[in-house]
């Protein structure tokens, strides 16, 4: 089974809390064995998703929006993005060099090409900028890709 994720970076300490155990909950669910997560490897959902399946066991690819990508996240990410990329059984790339909102919504799109479903942290809220959760989420439903939506109960970004 091939799982990707997409979801609101910028969470609050206490809603990472709730959406980790949401992803624990979501990953229990699969046969770990036969899991593999497809993830661009943000801060945020996509990073803790990836822990979550290699924890329990499953595999990871990722996708790479842009060469420019990793230098345009939180410098303090970039040791968890280099450990978990380290670990990918496999690397996508879309070909984009400047890491843009086309370049994200690009990845996004390879993503969801990948996959059998989307697991996907967001609060039904519009996108704040093209290429955003909403976007992906829309995306996938216009593919044809099946949708699994995790936010914690009274939670806001």
Same mark, same amino acid.
């Given at each position: 089974?091939?799982?990707?994720?997409?979801?609101?970076?910028?969470?609050?300490?206490?809603? +990472?809390?709730?959406?980790? &155990?949401?992803? @624990?909950?979501?990953?229990? !669910?699969? #046969?770990?064995? *036969?899991?593999?997560?497809?993830?661009?490897?943000?801060?945020?959902?996509?990073?803790?998703?990836?822990?979550?399946?290699?924890?329990?066991?499953?595999?990871?690819?990722?996708?790479?929006?842009?060469?420019?990508?990793?230098?345009?996240?939180? +410098?303090?990410?970039?040791? &968890?993005?280099? @450990?978990?990329?380290?670990? !990918?059984? #496999?690397?996508? *790339?879309?070909?984009?060099?400047?890491?843009?909102?086309?370049?994200?919504?690009?990845?996004?799109?390879?993503?969801?090409?990948?996959?059998?479903?989307?697991?996907?942290?967001?609060?039904?809220?519009?996108?704040?900028?093209?290429?955003?959760?909403?976007?992906?989420?829309?995306?996938?439903?216009?593919?044809?890709?099946?949708?699994?939506?995790?936010?914690?109960?009274?939670?806001?970004?």
């Amino acid at each position: 089974m091939r799982v990707g994720i997409t979801g609101h970076r910028g969470l609050s300490a206490e809603v +990472e809390q709730q959406v980790r &155990a949401l992803l @624990v909950d979501a990953v229990s !669910a699969y #046969d770990s064995g *036969e899991l593999v997560a497809v993830s661009c490897i943000a801060d945020g959902p996509d990073a803790w998703f990836a822990e979550t399946v290699l924890a329990a066991g499953g595999q990871l690819e990722v996708v790479i929006p842009a060469t420019e990508y990793r230098e345009n996240l939180p +410098e303090w990410h970039h040791p &968890a993005y280099d @450990v978990l990329i380290s670990r !990918a059984a #496999d690397v996508h *790339e879309t070909g984009m060099t400047e890491s843009t909102s086309e370049a994200h919504q690009a990845g996004s799109e390879v993503l969801v090409g990948l996959v059998d479903e989307l697991v996907a942290v967001w609060d039904g809220q519009p996108a704040w900028a093209y290429g955003g959760t909403a976007d992906v989420v829309a995306y996938a439903e216009r593919t044809g890709v099946p949708v699994r939506v995790l936010w914690p109960e009274g939670a806001s970004r």
